[in-house]
């Protein structure tokens, strides 16, 4: 079994499910006692999010660059962000270590066309929603892509940062993505995809009147093949 790098923290609160979902798919690849070859790093996300908020985006390459250099010394053989929004430093990490990142959007991006759909909305930070590095890596896979009106990626932020990452479930903000998710479905979209790891925590397939893509489950069922060699 090969070890992978995991950098967390971002929040702590979907990085739990990580672990427990990547050891649940190599125990059902493997049976008996076996479970995941593992290498944590978690950051402080305090830090990290406000240099989002303030947009020093250098800084917080330089702290995933630190994360991934430590994983790299620690004998990982690649490399997984646990956060959507923090892809956006990929290009930073794969020029300063030698490992491959498994890519969020690549493992989501072939669970929607397994599916058979081509045209999925995306939810997540504002960063995620309005930024390149996961919707461009979905067009890149032949994926039409759509996100929220203004208002409405204002409310899926909001509570992704004041709620989510605090470990605060509010039924009112579980309505309020119900509201948006029926719209972007009423715009066309086949599939919506729950591109913050957070979400899942929130909604699930019963909230969403088509399929729901869980980035967390997506991407933690990836890391485990990378690992066996799937």
Known sequence: MRTVGLIGGMSWESTLPYYRLVNERVRERLGGLHSSKLVLHSVDFAELEAMQRTGDWEAADALMVDAARRLQAAGAGALAICANTMHRSVPAIEAAVALPVLHIADATARAIREAGLSRVALLGTRFTMEGPFVSERLRAAGLDV??????????????????????????????????????????????????????????GADDAPVPLFDTTAIHARAIADWQLGA
């Open 146 to 203: 759509i996100v929220p009106g203004d208002d409405e990626r204002a409310d899926v932020h909001r509570i992704i940062y004041d709620e989510l990452c605090r470990g605060r479930i509010v039924d009112a903000s579980r309505e309020r993505y119900r509201a948006v998710m029926a719209a972007l479905a009423a715009r066309g979209a086949q599939g919506i995809v729950l591109g913050c790891t957070e979400i899942g925590l929130l909604v």
